[in-house]
């Protein structure tokens, strides 16, 4: 059984820079010991900053312990204040939603492994001073013959933000530098709850225009199918369930196409 442990780490405003290397340093530490599962570093407190919460997540009690008490009395953490809370417990506190997720798999070689965590330190230290930076979760790997497969999910507050990072020059030198090790880097965007119905090459609208849009499509669709096909299907004896699931069926075909795109073509205002 899995065992977590949450910790909120607290530093003045005229260390935040060295406060991100340490928390590289921090999450390094963790990754290369036995029975690491995944670390979870969440957004700053929304009004308490550049406070930070870290969720460290072993194979058992024991592991994370093992880890936990090895680091506890090194310099590292000298002058921070830590605090050790219930995992469950960070939600209301580290909200994590609106932001922008990128899934990024990368598949390396195992006899490298060494060599990409550091790379990984690097990058997390780095990307960590970039505007709009919301955290990331970091997932041991999965084996697959010759090659190891490493999770990471990286959020930032916007869109503009994360295409920031991507696109800036010093990503693109710490890539270079990964030819050696990452045989592919894979990544994929997690979207809204309506992605497929939204273009996705520029800045979203905001998720309440989103909402309002799609309510707008799907009334009108459904009330005419309560008013006349549902009806008529009863009239044939065709089985409510069966009656249901076509009356479904038609409605998200029609409100993917034609509905939807009409609907964003009259409402580019």
């Known amino acids: 059984m899995t065992a977590r442990l949450a910790v909120i780490i607290s530093t003045s405003v005229d260390k935040e820079q060295l406060f991100s290397t340490w928390k590289a340093d921090f999450i390094r530490s963790a990754t290369g010991q036995p029975g690491f599962v995944s ?16 969720v460290f997540t072993f194979g058992s009690e024991v592991e994370l312990r093992n880890w936990y008490n ?31 997720t990128d899934v990024i798999t990368n598949v390396i070689r195992p006899d490298h492994e060494r060599e990409y965590l550091d790379w990984i330190r690097r990058i997390q230290m780095i990307q960590s ?5 919301c955290g990331l979760y970091f997932q041991s790997p999965v084996y697959h013959r010759h090659t190891a497969e490493w999770l990471i999910l990286l959020r930032f507050e916007t869109l503009k ?29 997690v979207q809204g709850a309506f ?26 669709v459904v009330a005419l199918q309560q ?22 069926a038609l409605s998200v075909h029609l409100v993917a196409w034609p509905m939807m795109p009409l609907a964003q073509f009259i409402m580019q205002w």
């Open 39 to 54: 670390v979870e570093s969440l957004p700053k407190y929304p009004h308490q900053q550049p406070n930070t919460a870290l």
């Open 70 to 100: 090895q680091q506890k009395d090194r310099p590292r953490f000298a002058g921070l204040q830590i605090q050790n809370v219930p995992a469950t417990s960070l939600g209301k506190d580290y909200p994590v939603h609106g932001s922008v």
């Open 129 to 133: 001073e970039f505007p709009g930076h």
């Open 161 to 189: 933000d994360l295409e920031a990072w991507h696109a800036s020059s010093v990503r693109q030198h710490l890539l270079s530098e990964a030819q050696d090790f990452v045989v592919v880097i894979q990544r994929q965007r």
């Open 195 to 220: 992605a497929d119905w939204f273009p996705t090459t520029s800045l979203p609208p905001p998720r309440r225009k989103q909402t309002l849009l799609v309510l707008l499509v799907i009334f009108p």
């Open 227 to 248: 008013r006349f096909l549902s009806p008529l299907l009863r009239s044939w004896g065709v089985n409510p369930s069966l009656s249901i699931f076509i009356c479904n």
